[in-house]
């Protein structure tokens, strides 16, 4: 009996269905998403999504994507064009009904971990005519990044104009927008640095 049949049989039942819902995913994404995906890594998986625009979508190796997430790069909105790209690179984690939406470069670093119900954005809307309706005035790109080994607490929303840079840590339900220097911890409705990492003394200050 090989190693990984033996592995399986002592899973718990919940632990068994998590591991054939994964198994499943990854045949998918190597039969299926490898051919619709601008890139994709073999061993990512993408479970059930809400929506995605996968030839928009670049994705590392080892990058997991939970189920009801979206995923969604916007070419065309009235009568504007645009070229939006995301890059999601290697060991990437997005969990639970995130939604990401943009409409230029977007990028999140490797090994960052994005918790249930994150809002991810590059786009903002333009509404200077108070008499017609917001959806039908534009939209605006501010460009947006997630730096490497980062957290994004659940419930956060990353607003167009945001840039963190690595090892950033944003706290449950925060409303992020601005420049974030690496090794900051962020949180608050905006958001604001509440420490910061001091990289010689290795030590959150």
């Not at 049949?5 to 995913?25: G, M, P, V």
């Not at 939604?99 to 960052?112: A, D, S």
């Not at 918790?115 to 947006?144: M, R, S, W």
Request: proline fraction near 4%; glycine fraction near 8%.
């Amino acid at each position: 009996m090989s190693n990984t049949l033996k592995t399986f049989l002592r899973l718990s039942y919940s632990q068994k269905l998590i591991y054939i819902r994964k198994a499943l995913a990854r045949i998918k994404t190597v039969t299926i998403y490898k051919l619709m995906f601008s890139q994709i890594g073999w061993r990512s998986y993408i479970i059930r999504p809400l929506f995605i625009t996968p030839e928009f979508i670049s994705m590392g190796d080892r990058v997991k994507v939970w189920h009801d997430s979206r995923i969604e790069g916007i070419d065309k909105y009235g009568d504007s064009h645009f070229l939006p790209k995301i890059v999601i690179e290697d060991r990437v984690e997005i969990q639970q009904r995130v939604h990401i939406t943009f409409i230029g470069n977007l990028k999140i670093g490797e090994c960052t971990s994005i918790l249930p119900d994150v809002l991810i954005t590059d786009i903002d809307h333009i509404y200077e005519d108070i008499e017609n309706h917001p959806g039908e005035q534009g939209i605006n790109c501010k460009p947006t990044s997630i730096g490497k080994y980062c957290s994004i607490g659940a419930g956060s929303k990353l607003l167009a104009g945001c840039t963190l840079g690595n090892n950033c840590i944003v706290g449950a339900n925060s409303v992020v927008k601005g420049n974030f220097p690496d090794g900051s911890i962020i949180a608050g409705s905006p958001a604001r640095i509440i420490k910061r990492y001091d990289y010689s003394s290795r030590k959150w200050t």
